[in-house]
């Protein structure tokens, strides 16, 4: 079966700073793994994804994420953090044998104070 | 950008009534769409997968006959909440899978409706 997990539910950044939203994964064969920011009261947006090729995958916003396979790994970075980041992160993998199907992991809140 | 909308953004019904929510992609068919709801500081639960012209794939735990999903046309799916009771009470978001490839979909989110049952 094909998860996520996001282990921290908040994460605390001075603005600036690098910031970094982890995320592992779980899944039979290769993993398409999806980065998502929800702002209060809207849907999901997009940021980015991985499929296949590079593994640092550059995105919306000036976020980037780096896949890495022998820690099954997809962490969320960004090299300097904005106020107007802070938001609630997801992270989803594609279903493997329902590509219409995603899962998500259980979010992390992002606070980046000034 | 391909842009998936939800109306309306909130609502307020009463207890016992029902209430439909629309969801529409403005520039690209779906024949996919996907009803998710959130309870506060929580992820999404899928609860049903919307098939243009064929009956919506239920969750497991998900009411059908509660939450009843129309995806009449390739830009166009709705949820009713029939008979609703506070616990209803949520943020339903739907989705969009958008092809970008051979192989490859994004989804893309519609804002989301509050609904607020008195």
């Known amino acids: 079966a094909q998860s996520v997990a996001q282990p921290e539910d908040q994460v605390n950044v001075a603005e600036g700073n690098p910031l970094t939203v982890k995320c592992t994964y779980s899944?039979?064969?290769?993993?398409?793994l999806f980065w998502y920011v929800q702002y209060p009261n809207r849907g999901l947006q997009f940021l980015l994804k991985?499929?296949?090729?590079?593994?640092l995958v550059k995105g919306s916003y000036g976020f980037e994420a780096e896949f890495n396979k022998s820690q099954t790994s997809f962490h969320l970075k960004k090299p300097s953090a904005l106020v107007s980041d802070s938001a609630l992160y997801f992270c989803?993998?594609?279903?493997?044998?329902?590509?219409?199907?995603?899962?998500f992991g259980s979010g992390t809140k992002l606070n980046v104070k000034p | 950008g391909a842009v998936v909308s939800q109306h309306p953004s909130w609502v307020i019904c009463k207890s016992g009534t029902s209430v439909k929510i629309e969801c529409r992609s403005l520039?690209?068919?779906?024949?996919?769409m996907f009803w998710y709801r959130q309870f506060p500081k929580q992820s999404l639960m899928l609860m049903a997968t919307s098939n243009e012209g064929s009956k919506a794939t239920y969750e497991q735990g998900v009411e059908k006959d509660k939450f009843l999903i129309n995806h009449a046309s390739l830009t166009l799916s709705t949820l009713t909440v029939t008979s609703a009771h506070p616990e209803d009470s949520s943020f339903y978001i739907c989705?969009?899978?958008?092809?970008?490839?051979?192989?490859?979909?994004?989804?893309?989110f519609g804002p989301g409706t509050r609904l607020t049952v008195t």
């Open positions: 899944v039979s064969g290769n993993p398409y």
């Open positions: 989803a993998v594609r279903g493997l044998y329902n590509f219409n199907k995603f899962y």
């Open positions: 991985y499929i296949t090729g590079d593994n």
């Open positions: 520039d690209f068919q779906a024949t996919t």
């Open positions: 989705s969009a899978n958008y092809l970008t490839g051979t192989d490859s979909y994004e989804q893309y």
